[in-house]
């Protein structure tokens, strides 16, 4: 009934840019909060950035200043515009959506902390 879809990983230089695209598909009510969080080899799942309905941020202290993270309500879309990468930028990074109300069945329905497949961003030296 809820989908994410995440586009946009790659490989990239260090020093360069790249753009994280997460869209919630079904029959989505709203979206409380969204976000992206990354996971490198060998390492625990950390936060990188998170988007409220209300348009309140949050950044992992890491990749402030470097990332900014957008959010269109009408496309039940969020994006992730990373500058001035490192090579400790590199990890699997995934779309996390929480506070989902939708429909089914004429009624509704809500769901926390849905998580996107995951996209590789890996920055090189």
């Known amino acids: 009934q809820v989908q994410l879809v995440e586009s946009g990983g790659g490989l990239v230089q260090a020093g360069g840019s790249l753009r994280l695209s997460c869209a919630a598909s079904?029959?989505?009510?709203?979206?409380?909060?969204m976000g992206w969080y990354r996971q490198a080899p060998g390492k625990e799942r950390e936060l990188v950035a998170t988007?409220?309905?209300?348009?309140?941020?949050n950044y992992a202290d890491s990749v402030k200043g470097r990332f900014t993270i957008s959010r269109d309500h009408a496309k039940n879309t969020v994006y992730l515009q990373m500058t001035s990468l490192k090579p400790e930028d590199t990890g699997v990074y995934y779309c996390?959506?929480?506070?989902?109300?939708?429909?089914?069945?004429?009624?509704?329905?809500?769901?926390?902390?849905?998580w996107g497949q995951g996209s590789q961003v890996t920055v090189s030296s």
């Open positions: 996390n959506a929480d506070g989902i109300v939708y429909i089914i069945g004429g009624r509704y329905e809500s769901m926390s902390d849905y």
């Open positions: 079904g029959t989505i009510f709203s979206i409380n909060a």
């Open positions: 988007v409220t309905s209300g348009g309140w941020t």
